[in-house]
């Protein structure tokens, strides 16, 4: 996506509680932001810290992944 220019919006979103030991890490956030391609390039990356927060964040995704044509 990132070679053929398409815009993209993910969420990575985490829930509750599940099966064990949630322990915060931040491999997601680390996965999110240099994981597309094979390292060489980045992503527009947003963290919310709370609802609103996150509505507002992904009307700005939206424009973004728009205007530079990436994920």
């Not at 996965?31 to 597309?36: D, E, F, I, S, Y």
């Not at 927060?53 to 994920?71: C, G, N, Q, V």
Request: proline content about 10%; some cysteine.
């Amino acid at each position: 996506m990132v070679g053929a220019e398409v815009p993209a919006v993910f969420v990575n979103v985490s829930g509750g509680p599940g099966l064990g030991n949630i322990a915060p890490e931040q491999a997601d956030i680390k996965l999110a932001c240099r994981g597309p391609g094979h390292g060489n390039t980045y992503a527009i990356c947003s963290l919310p810290a709370h609802p609103r927060k996150m509505l507002d964040l992904t009307i700005l995704a939206f424009e973004l992944s728009f205007k530079y044509r990436h994920p």
